[in-house]
Structures are given as structure tokens and as C-alpha cells.
């Protein structure tokens, strides 16, 4: 492109300020020099059929001949975003000068997608004579800068030096944001250390471009040597540090902040409660909450939205429950307001910020239930919110309530991309239907590695291994470059069906081909490949072999392992380690226990247990959860909370006789073991699971299949029942546990004994 845009100009136009440049005179009639009585009466002269009124009325009298009428029509349409009737309008004068192209070059500037065009017109404006002013020069290098166009820039650049432009500070402002924009560095330093008048915009132009950079310590640098530092100064640094993910650093400059004695804006308020929300500091959040209120900024939508996700996060949804309710839901309603009102768009967040809330804090059913709330009372809802509860119903398992999004988003409209769709393959893997998981992935053309890490990790969930390795290799031969997380798919999916050989290639593949450092996901899926195929000599030389003894949930699989093959020797060692290093971790004292107690060494499981009693350490209670329509039904061990309680405890024993009959029985070894906390023979026969598909038996038609989702593994005795229950009621029982899902089928289950 080089320089030869660039002309030189005979006679320099005066700089026009950027305030003063659209301070117009107001228009005259030609004859009388008075203002034109048609605009005097015009109310709404921005509004397009005002201005094409003007426009016509403009024209009939000749007026557009004047060239500053021609300039404050040419305005109007430019501030009203009517950019095609500017261009004609544009076309139509016939003698332009400085003031007319700059109106149209920066009316471009600040539309997306105008680049190209403002580059042009810059063009147009050079051969024709007309010679930019600063605030010309600006526009054009914000393009430069959005479209990183260093060269267009550097020869803007040049002119202004060959033509000698004096120095304006917002112009200068503009080459410094180019080069840094460009990545330009030492231009941009040595351009800065050379700027003789230096505004607070500079200063924050600089220190936000490290920032951008990840150069922290080079962004506090500057910002500490910043002698007039205002509150977008503060700002720029603390919302920096954020995102750079120095949320203690960044803790540190708002005390600062404070300290300094500069003024919050409703932007640093916006800020602040990000962060404490990242840091769950609710009792700072509470002190910013105060000074909100202080300011009677508590009406401010985006304060209030940053207020229910503060909460939300810090675990306290009562408290951002009472905020979001002083929102009125008819202000939210499509039909009362535009997508491009601020007030409504903020009101919407605060709904969106609920919704995450309650997922974020693992309250599937009340998110669910608010976004309910949002789609009956016609509320926007926007893709994050709607990505959201995807999540939820995926977390939970709730297939039906899945199902009515995927409805819902197809009714709006909403583009299943590669965001979306892996969104959906993703609950509907984890609500138990893969079928319907794969046909989300083949509706989608050209998918992305987001896509196919989707399908492979939910093929892994189903024990599918095989598949999953199938759609990683077919990835490959597509030339899709996998990613640390398409890994952890692969090698759990070998995990599940013990392909030692095939994980073990794939690990080596991850790190000399890929150069993909294994993290503990990688690792634990190893030692789990290794130990679950009864390889515990093996398993436990990798960990040391690759130095990572140090991560808990490694040693949590080996000793899993270890009592699946009832290595109690070398399971013991284990505990000890893994006791040693989480004192807190409830399964390091359960599975110990358990060992001790299926090798009749009923003193030591006492003694692990009491210790676990002594440390005040809790195991999660087991429980099992369905979903009946619009409803989710929740049990625990031998829970008699439920309507039908009756029901289904007569139900359940009349079953389990049933299964005798044709060859079930209590697992005897688990009588005598803490397995989910549900002791002795009567607690066994009701456990959660069983107590679930009991429910959905009495209250689903025959042959329906039947899905149940559980927070803990499933136990030996759980897992031979649904085997025999799916052959006496000729129905499908669909279970997921922590590990894995489990189709039983006649009998069979899909994980073929292998877990």
C-alpha cells in the first residue's frame, strides 16, 4: 500500500476540535438570513421521516447549494446512523470541503464493518484535493487500529509528519492506539516517551495494551509512575488484572483505590463485584452493596445485575433472590422495549446472572424453574442464559427438561453453531441418550474440535470406548488438531473398557506429537487405565515414574483400584498417603474402611472411622434423583419423605421377592460395610437408587425406559438388582453414577462387568 495515498497539501486546514466540529451553524435561508421556519418547527428532526423531510424540503428550496446547509443535513444523517442517505446525500454536493468528508469519514469510522470504506473515501478525499484535518486523520487511524492495518496506518503516519501537522494530543492518542493495537511495541514506546503533551487518555492507552499483553508487571509499572491517575485509570488496571487472572493483585489496587481517595463510578462498582464474586469474598461484596445503596446507584440495571451474580457466587441466592425481585417483569417483555435499550438489556442480565446462580451453586431445579419464569413472561433471553441451563439440565441429568430447550431454541430461532451444539451433545450424553447426542453432531456441518470433544467424551460416559476411539481417529484423518481436553475424553473412553495399549498411545501421542503437557485429568485417567485392568504394579511406577504423587485424586483412583482387585496390602499403603495429604478427604477414609471391613478387619475400619469422626470430616450422602414430567423426584437411603412412601416401600419388597425367585440376592460382603453410608440388610435393600426405580415403575407405562441419575458410585448389590429388575419387568434402566452410565438390558449391563 505504502505512502502513495499521501499527498502533500498546499494550505493546512485548521484543526476543529472534536467538541467544536459538530457545534453547526444553524441553517439560513439564502435570501433573508434568518433561520428556516421549517425547522423551527420541526420537533424530532433526527428521526428519519423528519429527515428526509428536511431533506425534500431542502432540496425545493435550492438550499442544498449552500454548503453549510448541505454540512448540518449531512450531520443529522450521520448522528442518526443513516449512513446510505448520507452517502447519496454526500454524492449530491457538488463542492466538498474539509469539514463535509470528515463529517462522512468518521460517520463510517464509528460503524462495524466500514473500514474498507472509510479507507477509500480517505482516498477519494486526497485526489480530490480537500486536505484532512485532525479529527479526519483520527477516524481513519481508528480503523487502521480496528482492522490492524499497520501499514495504511504507518503511511497516515507519515503524511502527518511530512506536512508537518502540529501536535494534538487526541491525534497523537489515535498513532499510539494504532501501533499498540498492531502489536508495534517499541513504535508505541518510543511514540510515548516523544508525545511532549501527554493526557490521562495516553496513560491508560499504554498501561491497557500491556495489560492485553499479559505483561502485568511492565502494566503496574507504568501505572504506579502515573502521576494523575483518574477513576478509569483504577479501573483500567483492576478490570486488567482480572482478566489477566490476578484477582489478588487486583484486590490489592482497589484497596488502593480506596486509599487514594478517588471516587467509585458505577463502572468500578461493576468491577469490583466481579472480582470478589471470582474471590467469593462475600462480606466485601456486602461492604460494596452498602456503598451502592450510599450512592443511589442500587438503580443502576448493571450494578444491580453485578449485585444478584455477586451473591449468586458467593453461595448467598436469598440475598440476590430479594434484589432481582425489586425488578419488575413487565420492564423485561419484548414487546415493551428494544434489544437496543440499555435499562432492559441490564434487567435481563440480572435474570441471566440468577439463572447461573443456582447452577453455579448446584440448585438445578430452582434454575430451571427461573428460567421457566423468564420464557412464560416473555423475558430476552440471551445465548449465555440459554447455554446455562443446557449446562444444568446436563449436570443433573434431566433428559425431558433438556429436550423442551432444544425445543424452545429451535422456536426462537437460535442458530445450533458449534457453541450451542456442543452444548446440546453434551446434555444429552450426560441425561443418558447418546443416540440423540449423535444425531445433534451429525446435524451440524464441518464441526470443530469443540464438537468432536463433545461426542468422544460422551461416548467414553456411555463405556462406549471403541466409538469414541473411532470418532478420534476419524477426527485426525480430517486434520481437526485435538486439544488437552479431547485427550481426557479418549483416554477415559480407553479407561472404561480397559484399552491399555490404545490409552497408553494416545497419552504418548498427546505429548510428542501434540506437545500437550499432561495435567492431573490425563494423569488420573491413567492410573485409573492401569489399576481398573488390575495392573496396580504398573499404575503405581507411573505415578512416581511421572513425578505427581503430590495430586490426591491419583491416589484416590489407585486405591479405588486396589479394592477392586483386594490388594489390602498395598490399598492400605495407599490410605496412608492419601490420608497424609487430604486429611479432609471423605473418600480416602471410606474406601479405606470398606477394604478393611471385606477383609474382616472390623477393628481397623472402626478405627478409620472414628478418625474421620474426630476430624469432623463428612461423607456426601448418597442419593438418586428422576425427573416425571415438569417435576424432580429426590431420595436418600431409606427416605420415607416422599407422598407415596408407602407405595413404594410395599412395591419395592414385593420386587426384591420377586427377583429371588428367579436368582437375585443380597450381596452378604456389603451387610457388613459402610457402602453410600446405608448399612445392614434393610438399608441395602433401600437404597436410593432402588427406592428411584421403584418410583418411576409405579408411575411410568410398561416398557418405557426408566433413568436415574446418582451423586455416588453405584454399589455391587444396586448394580445386580437393575440387572435382574431389567429382565423381570422387560425394561430398559438407564443409571448414571459418578463414573460412568449403565444400560441395563435383559439382564446385561453395558459396562460388561467392567467398573
Known sequence: MGYRYFGSCR????????????????????????????????????????????????????????????????????????????????????????????????????????????????????????????????????????????????????????????????LENSILDLYLKCKEFEYAESF???????????????????????????????????????????????????????????????????????????????????????????????????????????????IRSSLVEMYGKCGRMDKASTILKDVPLNFLRKGNFGVTCKEPKARMVSWSSMVSGYVWNGKYEDGMKTFRSMVCELIVVDIRTVATIISACANAGILEFGKQIHAYIQKIGLRIDAYVGSSLIDMYSKSGSLDDALMIFEQIKEPNVVLWTSMISGCALHGQGKEAISLFEGMLNLGIIPNEVTFVGVLNACSHVGLIEEGCRYFRMMKDTYHINPEVEHYTSMVNLYGRAGHLIEAKNFIFENSISHFTSVWRSFLSSCRLHKNFNMGKSVSEMLLQSAPSDPDAYILLSNMCSSNHQWDEAAIVRSLMYQRGVKKQPGQSWVQLKDQIHSFTVGDRSHPQDKEIYSYLDSLIGRLKEIGYSLDAKLVMQDVEEEQGEVLISHHSEKLALVFSIINTSPRTPIRIMKNLRICNDCHNFFKYASQLLEREIIVRDTHRFHHFKQSSCSCGEYW
Open 192 to 302: 510515548f516517551e516523544l508525545m511532549i503533551e501527554k493526557d490521562v487518555v495516553s496513560w491508560n492507552i499504554m498501561i491497557g495494551a500491556y495489560l492485553r499483553e499479559g505483561d502485568v508487571e511492565k502494566s503496574l509499572e507504568m501505572f504506579r509512575n502515573f502521576p494523575n491517575k483518574d477513576v478509569v485509570s483504577w479501573n483500567t488496571i483492576i478490570d486488567g488484572l482480572i482478566q489477566c487472572g490476578y484477582e489478588r493483585l487486583a484486590l490489592e489496587q482497589l484497596y488502593c483505590m480506596v486509599a487514594h481517595g478517588t471516587e467509585f463510578s458505577p463502572v468500578t462498582f461493576s468491577i469490583a463485584l466481579i472480582l470478589v464474586s471470582s474471590l467469593s469474598l462475600v462480606e466485601v461484596g456486602r461492604q460494596l452493596h452498602g456503598r451502592v445503596l450510599t450512592f443511589g446507584l442500587n438503580s443502576d440495571g448493571y
Open 11 to 170: 494550505k493546512f486546514t485548521k484543526h476543529v476540535s472534536v467538541t467544536n466540529f459538530h457545534i453547526v451553524n444553524f441553517p439560513f435561508h439564502s435570501r433573508s438570513r434568518q433561520p428556516c421556519s421549517f425547522l423551527h418547527s420541526t420537533t424530532s428532526i433526527g428521526s428519519p421521516p423528519s429527515l428526509r423531510a428536511l431533506h425534500g424540503h431542502y432540496f425545493k428550496k435550492g438550499s442544498l447549494q449552500i454548503l453549510n446547509s448541505a454540512n448540518y443535513l449531512l450531520t443529522l444523517y450521520v448522528k442518526s446512523s443513516n449512513l446510505d442517505h448520507a452517502h447519496k446525500l454526500f454524492d449530491e454536493i457538488t463542492h466538498k470541503n474539509t469539514q463535509t468528508w470528515t463529517i462522512l469519514i468518521s460517520g463510517f469510522a464509528r460503524a462495524a464493518g466500514s473500514s474498507e470504506l472509510v479507507f477509500s473515501l480517505f482516498r477519494e478525499m486526497q485526489a480530490d484535493g480537500a486536505c484532512p484535518n485532525q479529527y479526519t486523520l483520527s477516524s481513519v487511524l481508528k480503523c487502521c487500529s480496528r482492522e490492524n492495518n499497520i501499514q495504511f496506518g504507518k503511511g497516515i503516519h507519515a503524511w502527518i509528519l511530512r506536512n508537518g501537522v502540529g501536535g494534538d494530543v487526541v
